[in-house]
């Protein structure tokens, strides 16, 4: 294996099941069986690659021209996937969204945009209890995506057999999305956060996790010893990584030295995914922004508008809009004042008509969620498709404003260096302009 292939992270016993010497494993699943879970990751590991390397590769290189500022990452999808909505109707929604949303950040932002679901896979998810307390005064395994265990009471226990469904179930929308793909003619990729160790280390062939194109270090698993950072580390897929408002410069400069270690290597490699909430971003983000730029990382600065503006209504958990659009707004400012441009977007969303989010103008900001029918979510509450396109419609209309403003700055640097330069080259390039008018229209 020679150095360039991972950028030197070989040399330090990587594989794997490396990850397991580390002592530190958040948001472990207990299961009962572990020899039914290790028959299950056998199995799993025995079947064909959800995603191919070259396929992966090519992803690479679309991360490394968002992190030049020549692309656009987009990442959508539920908080948690559902087994049951496994559907083509359903994923069909979710692609159509993405396409939408894509055309109109294309269109504002005159460079390529590429696609990526949080989808055919997104079935682990990490928790801030790992119990719950019903009304009864039951105590069960809180849900920890479908992969796990089920939303109903009697389904709470983990079930490694969930592990296999999980990957028939990613298999058949993996053959839903490339339909819908070759029928519209835009890639799409799949991902999903890199949570279940034992699930993501089975599904690695050589250096690659085949289970997605994409792959994220959550929140709550980014400790510097931990075993996430250490499995990571290992692969070649392009990695997100988390940044949470207590996230300080030297942690994330440690995460990016472990994740990658030479600086040369790193375009595109990492993308941060801040997540700071609106009321952090200007504290917080330019201390990071500021460590990183100094540290010659190429990395993709991508916006997480979701998970730092959670609030629980009524004991139900909902989201505004106002925030989120807040929060994108204050991140492309902070990152535009370093001389950077946002290279991503990470929504958590659903074609589906459903009612999780609160809708803008504060007035009704009152918290209106009617629940029931169209409160579905199994986790976090999700934007609706006609929420998710008119957000991701006002970043464009910022991100449109930011590329005329830059085009201005060009144009009139422009006009300083014709003014700057001596009246004989200007002389002379008149001349040349002419002749050329000259050779196009009159010969
Ligand atoms: O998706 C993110 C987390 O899994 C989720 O926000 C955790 O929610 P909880 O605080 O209800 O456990
Ligand atoms: C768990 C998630 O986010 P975070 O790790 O940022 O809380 C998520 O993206 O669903
Ligand atoms: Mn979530």
């Known amino acids: 294996m020679s150095s360039t292939l991972n950028g030197g ?45 070259t396929t992966i590769d090519e992803l690479k290189k679309h991360f490394a021209a968002a992190a030049r500022g020549s692309a656009f990452i987009l990442v ?25 949303q894509a055309a109109s950040i294309e269109s504002a932002m005159q460079v390529p945009v590429h696609i990526i679901g949080r989808i055919a896979g997104q079935y682990a998810k990490p928790r801030s209890q790992p119990m719950e ?107 997100g990584v988390k940044i949470g408002p207590t996230t300080t410069p030297q942690n994330l400069l440690a995460v990016l030295k472990t994740l990658c270690p030479e600086t040369t290597m790193s375009d595109g490699r990492i993308t941060l995914i801040t997540r700071l909430g609106v009321a952090n971003v200007e504290k917080v983000l330019p201390p990071l922004v500021q460590a990183v730029k100094r540290s010659q990382y190429r990395v993709v600065w991508m916006s997480d508008p979701c998970h730092g503006n959670g609030m629980v209504v009524d004991g139900t958990k909902t989201r505004s809009m106002s925030a989120m659009l807040d929060e994108v707004r204050n991140t492309i400012n902070v990152l535009r004042q370093n001389g950077i441009s946002l290279g991503g977007l990470h929504l958590e969303q659903t074609g589906e008509d459903v009612n999780e989010c609160i809708a803008y103008h504060p007035v009704d900001d009152s918290i209106k969620l009617e629940n029931g029918e169209r409160y579905r979510t199994l986790c976090d509450p999700r934007l609706s498709g006609v929420q998710a396109r008119r957000l991701v419609h006002d970043v464009a209309g910022m991100l449109r404003r930011e590329v005329s403003q830059q085009d201005q700055k060009e144009t009139e640097l422009q006009w300083t260096g014709w003014l700057d330069i001596s009246w004989i080259k200007r002389t002379r390039l008149i001349v040349e302009g002419l002749a050329t008018l000259k050779r196009l229209f009159l010969s």
């Open 133 to 239: 307390t019903l009304s009864t005064g039951e105590v069960v395994h809180a849900f920890r995506g479908h992969n796990v265990n089920g939303i109903e009471v009697q389904e709470r226990d983990p079930d490694p057999a969930r592990l296999v469904q999980g990957y028939l179930f990613a298999a058949a929308t993996m053959n839903c999305l490339s339909a819908a793909s070759r029928n519209e003619g835009r890639e799409v990729w799949s991902s999903h956060e890199a949570l279940h160790l034992e699930l993501e280390s089975c599904q690695t062939k050589e250096l690659y996790n085949t289970s997605a194109g994409f792959l994220w270090l959550g929140e709550r698993t980014r400790q510097i010893d931990g075993a996430h950072i250490e499995y990571l580390r290992g692969i070649e897929n392009p990695l």
């Open 9 to 53: 992270r070989e040399s330090t016993c990587w594989s794997p099941v490396s990850w397991k010497q580390k002592g530190i494993y958040s948001q472990q699943v207990k299961y009962n069986d572990n020899a039914t879970l290790d028959r299950a990751c056998a199995q799993i590991g025995r079947l064909p690659p959800l995603v191919n390397p």
């Open 76 to 100: 959508g999808g539920d908080c948690a996937e559902n087994f049951d909505e496994v559907q083509e109707s359903i994923i069909r929604g979710k692609y159509s969204l993405l396409r939408d």
